[in-house]
């Protein structure tokens, strides 16, 4: 069979990560969720049943969930959690069903950017308009930490890699992230500018705090500054500063650093185009999904297969072929030295070749919903090609 | 002393009170600080100004009812309107008929008006004769003259001259031109306020971007020196004019403490003057806009509120100085304002942060000042004459007895505005919102026993919903009134010394008061 030029150049790229049959696969559960006004606390405690149940992992202990904010600025009639935040509905469920499973104590968790001395958590969810006593009130006891610094503890605790590291061996963190024994990322499932999509791998960006790390973008995407003493570095300093290829494998490495219990990926409102309306081009849109895995990279890969992307796809496929406006990037981000275009390489795929979890769907038991039948195509209806009446 | 400082503290100790207390020239119309004004252009005048100006609208029906516009039946339109000052074409250069045309008409429609205790301005477009325009104008009983148009130096000066008691308000293009200057009644342009969003306006933002908010409530802020203090007008043209437009005009110049000079769309007045219901309809939302402004008179009474201290000099760059001012105000700060020559213990008491940028550099008894407030606990921001500047960061924290001294290496005013939410706590800032990126929120009042009124205007389309306020300090009861219906009691929070309240839904304006 003839293969096209694309077709061949994406194989190409996308065996530059080699394939790794042995990474773990799990089942997943993915559900339609028309609004957040549903019963999501049942919806949740269906889902876990359908991925096995976590009753045993929760009951009695931790619960740490690392959710996802970003600047607060909403798009017209929307707030932050309907469209790039994940939304307060959704945590405030989840929290619900936690304690309804038994789970000591539930810790929302953070990195708010805040400057301020003494900043917390609830003030960065309150510029969201969230309902904080709403969701303290959610399970018997509810708590809420501002990652973003070394917060009640003396130190960072140490979260050394344990799958193979590509960029960094370890990384610094709150607390938080040690003293939970059950560790949730909860994502948004959107696209994102520089790396293509964000969904529960890439919200594990923010636990890194940037108390210690100040400029993340200078540290982690471009790795123009080293990460500052007393902090792991990195293990190549002259390895290639590209974010597209440098910033999957540092996310990889974090995922590596402190594993997902569970992912929950929220995709029932949610933004094409972008990880915030600051982006150019990005617009709401109503997919109507929801996906929850313990395993993060499976999740992840079931969720991406939902947003009508395939997994595997390589570095000139989207959502992977991006485009950064050179107003908004030094000019070497804008020009791959191993690549004619921009790019991002799959997170998904370094993952499962570091063995974290597989991205193959014939590997991973899809459960609920069919992935076909949640579909929402976020690249035509980025291009303003899905038909009249879908949002 | 600054000779323009101390010319001000006397006009605004002696003159405008005296003046404020003088009804006009006509018993029965309201006093000028009660004016409420719209322009209520027309006549023949209007039309051929505007044809030379090459801005007449070609739709007959509209020049009809512009060249009609001072038929007595017009006036009906205010009934049951707060308006009750009227902006008049008056002064244009055009031929000497059509003048004489328009001065007849004017002064019969300005004897009607009065009859409905109405005062009536005239406006005057373009420089001529000022003798011959103020004695007319007397003639024909008008209560004051409105400058508006682009005129050499000297006219303003002239028209004043001959004007004597007669009212002469001057419509500034910039606000620092008469931030300083004794006026009766301050009148500068403004903008059409609304919130744009950035990606809309081509613009890639940071996470951290909010939407930009054009709005007023700065510029009529920074007239806030004095007391009493002077009335504001602002004059813009709105670009988009549905009614939402129009309220929101109406409502982000009467937060600060002013009035918006009513600009209704040619289009929209044409349809009054037919009594199209739905004009009529549109006309009453707005009326029941400036009903609301005129019915809360009080809450413009109340002293500006600010633990921030803006110290502003009439001598130093002064489109910077609006620029600071309008920025913070954009970042929800509370500040007030300090003149430069006002500068004392006494008056630095009452702040916990000072924005000294502008005192650049500070005099060596300033800098006492300034050291000794920083040195009691407050929080000094300087530029790099300060001393100690970085060379890398923004900024340096210099420690100074129980306070701080932050120096910039290179102030700018999206900087500082920027920072200061950051460096000082939610009770030094006083007044702290959240979830409101398409808003503007100002407070007054909240001296001891005095109640707290927090005013927001929203620039969205888009309702408000889940606003949280946390307010420093104890209070007993919160109160949310705004102009589309009944007041709501609102429950308190204690929030750590703090109270905060959450006001479920805002379509436009709303104004909290706290007891």
């Given at each position: 069979m003839a293969v096209g030029p694309s077709k061949a150049r994406a194989a190409v790229a996308a065996r530059s990560i080699p394939e790794n049959p042995a990474a773990p696969a799990e089942p997943v559960s993915v559900a339609k969720v028309r609004n957040y006004n549903e019963d999501?606390?049942?919806?949740?405690?269906?889902?876990?049943?359908?991925?096995?149940?976590?009753?045993?992992?929760?009951?009695?202990?931790?619960?740490?969930?690392?959710?996802?904010?970003?600047?607060?600025?909403?798009?017209?009639?929307?707030?932050?959690?309907?469209?790039?935040?994940?939304?307060?509905?959704?945590?405030?469920?989840?929290?619900?069903?936690?304690?309804?499973?038994?789970?000591?104590?539930?810790?929302i968790l953070e990195s708010t950017d805040s400057r301020k001395l003494g900043h917390k958590l609830e003030d960065k969810l309150l510029s969201g308009g969230w309902d904080v006593n709403a969701l303290r009130n959610a399970a018997p006891h509810v708590e809420f930490e501002d990652t973003n610094t070394i917060g009640q503890a003396k130190q960072y605790s140490v979260f050394k890699v344990k799958s193979k590291p590509y960029v960094f061996p370890a990384f610094l963190m709150n607390h938080s992230y040690e003293d939970c024994d059950f560790f949730v990322s909860m994502g948004k499932m959107k696209n994102h500018e520089e790396m293509g999509i964000t969904i529960c791998i890439k919200n594990l960006f923010g636990i890194t705090p940037t108390g210690l790390y100040r400029d993340r973008e200078q540290?982690?995407?471009?790795?123009?500054?080293?990460?500052?003493?007393?902090?792991?570095?990195?293990?190549?300093?002259?390895?290639?500063?590209?974010?597209?290829?440098?910033?999957p494998r540092v996310l990889v490495d974090i995922l590596g650093s402190r594993p997902v219990d569970l992912a929950i990926a929220d995709g029932i409102v949610a933004m094409v185009g972008g990880e915030g309306p600051w982006v150019l081009g990005s617009k709401p849109c109503h997919p109507g999904t929801l996906v929850v895995g313990k395993n993060c990279v499976n999740t992840d890969a079931v969720a991406m297969a939902c947003m009508g992307y395939n997994p595997r796809a390589g570095r000139h496929e989207a959502p992977y072929r991006v485009f950064k406006n050179p107003k908004d990037h030094p000019p070497d981000q804008c020009h791959p030295a191993d690549e004619t275009f921009q790019y991002a390489d799959n997170m998904m795929l370094l993952a499962e070749a570091a063995g974290i979890g597989s991205a193959d769907l014939t590997k991973i038991d899809v459960r609920g919903v069919p992935i076909k039948e949640a579909m929402f195509d976020y690249e035509a209806f980025w291009k303003n090609q899905t038909p009249k009446g879908v949002s | 002393m600054d000779v323009v400082i101390l010319a001000r503290r006397w006009f605004f100790r002696l003159v405008v009170p005296i003046f404020l207390s003088c009804t006009p020239a006509l018993s029965g119309?309201?006093?000028?600080?009660?004016?409420?004004?719209?322009?209520?252009?027309?006549?023949?005048?209007?039309?051929?100004?505007?044809?030379?100006?090459?801005?007449?609208?070609?739709?007959?029906?509209?020049?009809?009812?512009l060249a009609r516009w001072y038929e007595p039946a017009t006036l009906g339109l205010l009934d049951n309107s707060p308006v009750n000052c009227l902006l008049v074409t008056w002064s244009a250069p055009v031929n000497a008929a059509v003048e004489?045309?328009?001065?007849?008409?004017?002064?019969?429609?300005?004897?009607?008006?009065?009859?409905?205790?109405?005062a009536v301005l005239g406006l005057v477009y373009a420089a001529s004769d000022a003798s011959k325009i103020v004695g007319d104008a007397t003639r024909a009983a008008l209560d004051?003259?409105?400058?508006?148009?682009?005129?050499?130096?000297?006219?303003?000066?002239?028209?004043?001259?001959?004007?004597?008691?007669?009212?002469?308000?001057?419509?500034?293009?910039?606000?620092?031109?008469?931030?300083?200057?004794?006026?009766?009644?301050?009148?500068?342009?403004?903008?059409?306020?609304?919130?744009?969003?950035?990606?809309?306006?081509?613009?890639?933002?940071?996470?951290?971007?909010?939407?930009?908010?054009?709005?007023?409530?700065?510029?009529?802020?920074?007239?806030?020196?004095?007391?009493?203090?002077?009335?504001?007008?602002?004059?813009?043209?709105?670009?988009?004019?549905?009614?939402?437009?129009?309220?929101?005009?109406?409502?982000?110049?009467?937060?600060?403490?002013?009035?918006?000079?009513?600009?209704?769309?040619?289009?929209?007045?044409?349809?009054?003057?037919?009594?199209?219901?739905?004009?009529?309809?549109?006309w009453r939302r707005i009326s029941s806009y400036l009903k609301f402004e005129e019915s809360h008179a009080s809450w413009r009474a109340l002293a500006p509120y600010g633990n921030v201290g803006f110290v502003l000099d009439p001598a130093s760059a002064k489109d910077l100085a609006d620029e600071y001012l309008n920025l913070t105000t954009r970042r929800q700060v509370p500040y007030r304002l300090v003149a430069r020559s006002e500068l004392n213990a006494a008056a630095l008491a009452k702040f916990r942060a000072l924005v000294v940028t502008e005192l650049d550099p500070p005099t060596a008894a300033e800098r006492k000042l300034l050291q000794d407030f920083a040195e009691d606990g407050g929080l000094v921001i300087a530029g790099p004459s300060w001393g100690g500047a970085p060379k890398a960061e923004p900024f340096a924290e210099i420690p100074a007895g129980k306070g701080r001294v932050a120096v910039y290496k290179d102030p700018d005013p999206e900087t500082v505005a920027r920072d200061l939410k950051e460096?000082?706590?939610?009770?030094?800032?006083?007044?702290v919102p959240f979830n409101v990126p398409s808003a503007i929120t100002l407070a007054r009042g909240g001296a001891p026993g005095q109640s707290l009124a927090v005013q927001l205007v929203n620039y969205s389309d888009h309702p408000m919903e889940a606003i949280t306020l946390r307010v420093a300090g104890k209070f007993r009861s919160a109160r949310l009134e705004t102009p589309e219906g009944a007041a709501t009691e609102l429950s308190l929070r204690d929030a750590e010394g703090s109270t905060e309240v959450t006001i479920p839904k805002l379509l436009l304006w709303g104004t909290v008061s706290m007891e």
């Open positions: 999501l606390t049942a919806q949740f405690r269906r889902m876990f049943d359908q991925i096995g149940g976590i009753e045993n992992q929760v009951k009695g202990k931790t619960v740490g969930i690392k959710v996802n904010l970003t600047g607060d600025a909403p798009f017209p009639g929307y707030t932050p959690g309907d469209t790039h935040w994940v939304h307060p509905r959704v945590v405030g469920s989840a929290v619900a069903a936690f304690g309804a499973l038994g789970a000591k104590r539930v810790r540290v982690f995407h471009y790795g123009y500054a080293q990460a500052p003493s007393g902090a792991p570095t990195e293990l190549d300093p002259n390895s290639t500063r590209y974010e597209g290829w440098r910033l | 119309t309201p006093r000028p600080d009660a004016w409420v004004p719209i322009r209520w252009t027309g006549g023949p005048m209007e039309l051929a100004w505007r044809t030379h100006a090459k801005t007449l609208t070609t739709d007959a029906a509209v020049r009809d009812a004489a045309e328009q001065q007849q008409l004017v002064k019969v429609y300005a004897e009607a008006a009065h009859k409905r205790s109405l004051g003259l409105v400058l508006d148009g682009e005129f050499p130096t000297e006219f303003p000066t002239a028209v004043r001259k001959a004007a004597g008691s007669m009212l002469v308000v001057e419509i500034a293009k910039n606000a620092y031109s008469w931030r300083w200057q004794p006026a009766q009644i301050v009148a500068v342009a403004g903008v059409a306020p609304r919130a744009n969003i950035l990606s809309e306006m081509g613009i890639r933002g940071a996470p951290s971007s909010q939407p930009w908010i054009e709005s007023n409530i700065w510029l009529v802020w920074s007239f806030g020196f004095g007391s009493p203090s002077r009335p504001v007008w602002i004059s813009s043209q709105l670009e988009n004019t549905s009614a939402v437009d129009y309220e929101r005009a109406v409502a982000d110049a009467a937060a600060g403490g002013g009035r918006w000079i009513i600009s209704l769309d040619d289009g929209l007045r044409a349809k009054l003057r037919a009594r199209d219901a739905s004009a009529l309809e549109e460096l000082l706590s939610d009770e030094d800032l006083g007044v």
